[in-house]
């Protein structure tokens, strides 16, 4: 089983929808898991971090994480066109180890 | 605060000679992981290490590959014998130690080596 797994999509979601991506992971008692975007050609750049179970809101990206059913996930709400990109999901565990997901690409149509 | 430096940004290498990516974390940082990455595939991971400390290195291959993190100067990512399936974007990655804090212990990438084997 993979660390760290994500629906690869892709997904597409119309402007000023709401997009939803989501991650699992398989180490129970990982403590710091992050959402990472990256545009074609270029590195992967932080946009979230969580570490408490609940919600976590920064400008339209809420990330969710539920640790009992081992879920992470992010919501970006009003879509724009300069959201597309692909979605890193990652794990980091009590050995600092990061895990990262296949990514998901998100294509948000004018 | 300077981020994550990663040279070359391109490099070309003829099959058989040596490749060797560099790696400054950001200041601070103790902890550099490095990934590979083919196009349109999500990031591999290769190895972690922290000073002069090979942590986990799993994802390399055995042949060819090797990494170090020296006390002083940059991580090294050294291919041998480079063949075409070498040919991939590498990103390094730094974090800082948790030394048992949880929170702002983030992961930030440098812009990446696109290694092209001719």
């Known amino acids: 089983q993979k660390e760290v797994e994500q629906n690869s999509g892709p997904l597409s979601v119309p402007e000023g929808a709401i997009a939803s991506l989501n991650c699992t992971y398989s180490?129970?008692?990982?403590?710091?898991f992050f959402w990472y975007r990256q545009y074609s050609g270029k590195s992967p750049e932080l946009i979230m971090s969580?570490?408490?179970?609940g919600d976590k809101e920064d400008g339209r990206f809420t990330a969710q994480l539920n640790k009992a059913s081992q879920y992470v996930s992010l919501l970006i709400r009003d879509s724009q066109p300069s959201d597309s990109a692909t979605y890193l999901c990652?794990?980091?565990?009590?050995?600092?180890?990061?895990?990262f997901g296949t990514g998901t690409s998100l294509t948000v149509i004018p | 605060n300077a981020g994550v430096m990663q040279n070359p940004r391109h490099l070309v290498r003829r099959r058989g000679q040596e490749a060797r990516l560099r790696c400054s974390p950001m200041?601070?940082?103790?902890?550099v992981y490095w990934y590979r990455q083919l196009p349109e595939e999500g990031l591999k991971f290769m190895v972690y290490?922290?000073?002069?400390?090979?942590?986990?290195e799993s994802g390399m291959p055995k042949e060819r590959f090797s990494a170090e993190f020296p006390k002083e100067g940059p991580s090294i990512l050294r291919i041998q014998q480079v063949v075409r399936g070498d040919s991939a974007a590498y990103f390094c990655?730094?974090?800082?130690?948790?030394?048992?804090?949880?929170?702002?212990?983030?992961?930030?990438f440098g812009q990446g080596t696109r290694l092209t084997v001719v």
């Open positions: 990655a730094s974090s800082p130690p948790n030394q048992g804090v949880v929170r702002n212990t983030e992961a930030f």
């Open positions: 180490d129970r008692v990982s403590q710091s």
């Open positions: 969580i570490y408490s179970n």
């Open positions: 990652a794990v980091r565990n009590t050995g600092n180890q990061f895990y």
């Open positions: 200041k601070g940082h103790s902890h």
């Open positions: 290490l922290q000073k002069e400390n090979i942590i986990d």
